[in-house]
Every structure is written in structure tokens, then in C-alpha cells.
């Protein structure tokens, strides 16, 4: 098993200090290995080091605080209300395989127990028979209505009418689950164009949100995987999946870096209730092990 970030950074103080030579150079490969990406790496390292040298900080406490200080205005935080009277849409975005699916369920507990009244999840990923009939599944012990067509149906079509179940009941939130097949970018744009164009339509002023899921332990990958979706229909918030068993958790600060994106929710586990809201102080003292 591959060694945490948190956990090289103890190995690495381990009878060193800021003043030990190559240590400034081993503490950026550590934050490369941690998925914070090499420019970035790099330049928080430049900081850190110019920063170090000029306030004489040599121990780990201070060094690790310091880097905290470079770090945490990149960890950006999302907070969405549910607006009553209103019809939300909340739509999940992100390729197979990232917990897309199960996000969706996770969230829609979480904004039941918030006391969000009027809760539909729409199975708009209609490529994959596992995709609806586990959104089902999951609309069956939650107690939470499902919309879903027939496979092969039109994705926005689901959404539409999600929608006006939500609207029909005085308003309420639609989260919907949709398709994620990157193998094909342009058929993949082209379809989230068009579910993108009828949440817009269909929710109130302000309450359309688009949510990406990025697996924590795809590190890099997960950079790319905002950038495709955030030009092809505009990301709102991400939700960070599998966080309990990655050893990195970088991408978190190359993605608000380089793209802007706040991160909305953190899943630790499979449970329904193994989510909780992204807290940007949390997560960065965990990634460094403070």
C-alpha cells in the first residue's frame, strides 16, 4: 500500500529539518506523489522555502503550518441551500465508475434529513440498465420518489419530468443522475447541452446547480475530468468520492488552483450516511497530518 501524503511528510521529517540539504526538493516530490500536480508543487515549494529561509522556520510544526497557510485558500468550499417554494435541480455530473450513482442517494439522504420536503431523484442515465435499477433501489429504502423512462430514452426527458413532479407539489429538489461515458467527448457534450438546457429551464431563477463527482483516487485524472466537464456545460461544485480509502488527495488543491472549482461534498465509505459537507480547513490538515 502506497504511503499517504501525511505519512511521508512524517517520514521525511524524521531526522531532517528545512535546513537539511535536498529537503525543500524531497518535500515537492512529495507533493507531486500526493496528486497536487508538479507546476503547482513546485511553486508552493518556491513560496515555502523563500518563506522559511526569511522567518527562520526550521521545525515541522511551523514548516507544516506555513504550508498550510499556501495551501488552504486553494481548497475552496460550496455551500447550496434548497430554496423553498422553489424547484431545485441539482445535476450529477462525472464519468462511469467515479460513485455517480450513489452520490446522488448519499445526497438526497442528506437533504431529507436537512428537512427538504419534496426530494425526486431522476435516473436520467439512461445508457446503463445498473444505473436506473440501482437508483431505484436506492429510491426504494430511502423513501425517495424516483423518475425513470424506459432505457434508451431521452436523459433530458427525465429530467423534465422530475421537474414537474417537484413544481406540481409547490417545489421542492430534483437530483439527477446522468450519463457518463467520456469516450466519446463531443456525443457526451452534446447531451449534457441539452439536459443542461432543460434544468435551466425547468428550475427557478438560481436554483439549477451542476454538481461533477471525481473519484479521489484518480489524482491527476480527476484535473482532467473537471476540465472537460467545466467546458463542456460549467461546473458548480464537486463532490469528492472514495476520500476513506485514497493515500493522496491532492487534486483537491490543483482544481481549485487551476480551474476555481469549490468542493461541495466528501464521501468517505459506501454507507448512505458516509458523506458530510466539504471543510476545506479539515481536509487540509488531514492531507498534512496535523
Request: glycine share 10%; with cysteine; aromatic share 6%.
Amino acid at each position: 500500500m502506497k504511503l499517504s501524503f501525511a505519512e511521508k511528510i512524517k517520514s521525511l521529517f524524521s531526522g531532517r529539518s528545512a535546513e537539511s540539504e535536498g529537503f525543500f526538493d524531497d518535500l515537492a516530490d512529495a507533493l507531486v506523489e500526493g496528486d497536487v500536480g508538479a507546476k503547482i508543487a513546485m511553486e508552493l515549494i518556491d513560496s515555502l522555502e523563500d518563506a522559511c529561509r526569511k522567518e527562520k522556520i526550521f521545525g515541522q510544526e511551523e514548516i507544516l503550518k506555513k504550508l498550510k497557510g499556501f495551501l488552504l485558500p486553494l481548497a475552496k468550499e460550496a455551500r447550496f441551500q434548497v430554496q423553498e417554494g422553489k424547484t431545485n435541480i441539482w445535476m450529477l455530473l462525472g464519468v462511469n465508475g467515479v460513485g455517480k450513482t450513489t452520490s446522488a442517494a448519499k445526497i438526497a439522504l442528506l437533504q431529507k434529513n436537512a428537512g427538504v420536503q419534496n426530494l425526486v431523484l431522476s435516473a436520467s442515465d439512461t445508457f446503463r440498465a445498473a444505473a436506473v435499477s440501482q437508483l431505484e433501489a436506492h429510491g426504494e429504502r430511502l423513501g425517495i420518489r424516483v423518475v425513470a423512462h424506459q432505457m434508451g430514452s431521452d436523459p433530458a426527458a427525465v429530467v423534465y419530468d422530475a421537474a414537474e413532479a417537484v413544481r406540481s407539489k409547490g417545489g421542492g429538489l430534483v437530483i439527477a443522475d446522468t450519463a457518463g461515458r467520456l469516450h466519446n467527448k463531443e456525443n457526451l457534450v452534446r447531451e449534457l447541452e441539452k439536459i443542461d438546457r432543460v434544468c435551466a429551464q425547468k428550475a427557478d431563477e438560481g436554483c439549477c446547480k451542476k454538481i461533477l463527482v471525481l473519484d479521489a483516487t484518480t489524482g491527476q485524472n480527476a484535473l482532467r475530468q473537471a476540465e472537460v466537464f467545466n467546458e463542456a456545460v460549467g461546473v458548480d461544485a464537486i463532490v469528492l468520492t472514495k476520500c476513506d480509502s485514497s493515500a493522496k488527495g491532492g487534486a483537491v488543491f490543483s482544481i481549485g488552483k487551476e480551474l476555481g472549482l469549490p468542493v461541495a461534498f466528501v464521501c468517505t465509505g459506501e454507507d448512505y450516511g458516509d458523506i458530510e459537507l466539504f471543510d476545506a480547513q479539515k481536509y487540509t490538515d488531514v492531507f498534512l497530518g496535523m
